[in-house]
Each structure stands twice: as structure tokens, then as C-alpha cells.
């Protein structure tokens, strides 16, 4: 087995103190660059990696960033999180994945992330109470809700811009002639529904069509039971804005399962644009979340805020686009 080298080999190899070792690896710990160099090259000849864990029992920092997740079925979060885990790596930063299976997060997960000494924090479509959320703000821990958009402005928060992107898709199938439209929201309590939901019926409103909203989960399952439902009571509206993708994804097997035809009977659009879209088996027309431009948002605000804590505050939300496919 081969042995571990440790910062004493480094100090004896470079003719320096274990300190000095010490020193060169922690942030804002004042070395000569002389003593530097000769670290750096010792370590180098020797293979040396310093210990991250008993880096942080001293610094207090460390380069992880917690992720806390909720919905891990829904194939949108786990494209987020690959995203994340490529962008912070490029940082030298690690993330930490933390599953809650609870709609709020619990004190379980708050002191996982606490004890691991994270630099940094994502929420993603997990609820968190605004005094949980303190705690983080009390450690000068940098905090994002992403995929959220708060009431409040005491938090980071990084979104698609969900109001305009609902708008457009009822333009988009008003366009196409239809006359009877649903909606099939997801979670009540996630703004990401809320705000979809609005922006879709506020444009309705101003046109003699008829207009239904359904409820779901943002589940797979949500989406087809809903419209099994709906067949069953026959009343089948002539196109669905479904609020996000693996919901839409249901709701076309569950018609195409009871013979009817997309497009030509029944239109069918989603949002988020996971892969599965795209697959030959749906092409669903769907809303494109801007997944790159928001990480890349949240992964900058929370290295700034890493570097130099000011507990920025501000909602943040960007466009995306319409991916029209065979589904309308």
C-alpha cells in the first residue's frame, strides 16, 4: 500500500517548517514567495495533496458548495446538478449533495451542511423558512434559491423568467386556433407554478376561448393520471400547457394510450426542455429554461460572495426560448 504523504515530508523535502507548509496552502496566510516556490516544487516531487478536511477545521472555510434537492424525479434538477458539479469543479470547488424528501427543509439537512463547514448554499424546489435561512446569513455562509423566485428580497434568487415565458406560450397556441386550453400546474406552493399559471391566463383573459387549470406534482405520473381523468369525464381541452416537462411527458402517453392524436386532435407543450423532450418517441414543443446562463448567474454571485461576504440580496431572472416541436 502506499504510505500518504504528508506536510511534514513537504517541510523536510523543502528545507522549510511544517508552518510553513501549512501556511502556503491556507488562504490569506501571510509566506514568503521564496518559501512558496520551494513548497509548491517539493510538494510536486512528492505527490502531495493537502488534506481538505483538516484545512477546514482550521480556515473554518472550505471549497464545497451545498445543493440541496428535493425533486431528484424530475430530470430537469438532475441536468441542474450536473451543471452545477461541472461549473464549481472548473472553481476548484466540490459540491455536496444533500436529498431532502420533504417539502421544507429540515434541521437534519441544515446541520449536514453546517457540520461540513460549506462555503456556499443552492436551494433548489425545497422550501425553506426565512429563520432557517437566517442561520445561514448569521455564519456569513452566501445562500441561493435557484429555480425560485422569492416574495421577499432577503435572499439571492436566480429564475427563469417565468411570467414572460407563460405570456408567450399562450400566444404561441392562440396562434395555432385553439379554443379550449388547460392548464396543469404543479406543486401550489412553488413560485415557478404560480407565476406559469399567471401569465398564462392573464393572456387568455382578453380572448373568447375557454380556460381550465388542473392540479399535479410536477410528476410523471401527475401529468398522465390528470389526463386519464379527463378522458374518463370527457373533457378534453383542444391543446395543454403543462407546467413542466415530465408532467407534458404523461399527458401524451396517457392520450396516445387512448387513441388520441398529437397534434392533430390534442396540442401538447411543456417547460424546462429536458433531454427526454427531444426524444423521437414525444417531440414536445416546450419552454427552454436558460439552465447554462442561470448557473453560470448563481455560481458567480456565490465565489464573489465566498471572496468577500456583503449579503447581496436581489431576485435575479432570465429569458429563455420557445423550442417548438411535433407535439403542436
Not at 378522458?231 to 413542466?244: M, Q, W
Not at 394510450?257 to 398529437?262: E, L, T, V
Request: glycine share 4%; hydrophobic share 40%.
Amino acid at each position: 500500500m502506499k504510505q500518504t504523504v504528508t506536510a511534514k515530508d513537504v517541510a523536510k523535502l523543502a528545507g522549510v517548517s511544517q508552518s510553513s507548509v501549512s501556511r502556503v496552502y491556507f488562504e490569506g496566510a501571510a509566506v514568503t514567495e521564496k518559501t512558496r516556490k520551494k513548497v509548491l516544487a517539493a510538494a510536486e516531487q512528492l505527490g502531495y495533496r493537502p488534506n481538505e478536511f483538516a484545512r477546514s477545521l482550521i480556515t473554518n472555510r472550505t471549497k464545497i458548495i451545498g445543493l440541496v434537492m428535493k425533486g431528484v424525479q424530475n430530470p430537469f434538477y438532475p441536468q441542474v446538478l450536473k451543471q452545477f458539479t461541472l461549473a464549481f469543479k472548473e472553481f476548484g470547488y466540490s459540491v455536496l449533495f444533500v436529498h431532502t424528501n420533504n417539502d421544507e427543509i429540515q434541521n437534519e439537512d441544515i446541520e449536514t451542511l453546517l457540520n461540513y463547514n460549506v462555503a456556499g448554499v443552492i436551494i433548489t424546489d425545497a422550501t425553506m423558512s426565512l429563520a432557517v435561512a437566517e442561520t445561514f446569513k448569521q455564519n456569513k455562509i452566501p445562500l441561493v434559491f435557484f429555480n425560485r423566485k422569492l416574495t421577499s428580497e432577503d435572499f439571492y434568487s436566480v429564475c427563469c423568467n417565468n411570467l414572460a415565458a407563460s405570456r408567450s406560450i399562450a400566444k404561441f397556441l392562440l396562434s395555432k386556433g385553439v379554443s379550449e386550453l388547460a392548464y396543469i400546474a404543479g406543486n401550489s406552493n412553488t413560485s415557478t407554478s404560480l407565476e406559469r399559471e399567471k401569465g398564462f391566463s392573464e393572456i387568455l383573459e382578453n380572448y373568447p376561448v375557454s380556460y381550465e387549470k388542473y392540479s399535479a406534482d410536477y410528476t410523471y405520473e401527475g401529468g398522465y393520471d390528470t389526463t386519464i381523468q379527463l378522458i374518463n369525464e370527457k373533457r378534453l381541452p383542444s391543446a395543454f400547457f403543462v407546467a413542466n416537462d415530465i408532467m407534458a411527458l404523461g399527458v401524451m402517453d396517457a392520450l396516445r394510450k387512448n387513441a388520441f392524436s398529437i397534434p392533430e386532435d390534442i396540442k401538447v407543450i411543456g417547460f424546462d426542455n429536458i433531454e427526454m423532450a427531444s426524444w423521437p418517441t414525444y417531440q414536445l414543443t416546450t419552454w427552454e429554461q436558460p439552465i447554462k446562463e442561470m448557473v453560470e448567474v448563481t455560481v458567480r454571485y456565490l465565489l464573489d460572495e465566498i471572496n468577500d461576504y456583503t449579503g447581496l440580496a436581489q431576485n435575479v431572472e432570465l429569458a429563455g426560448e420557445l423550442v417548438e416541436r411535433q407535439s403542436t
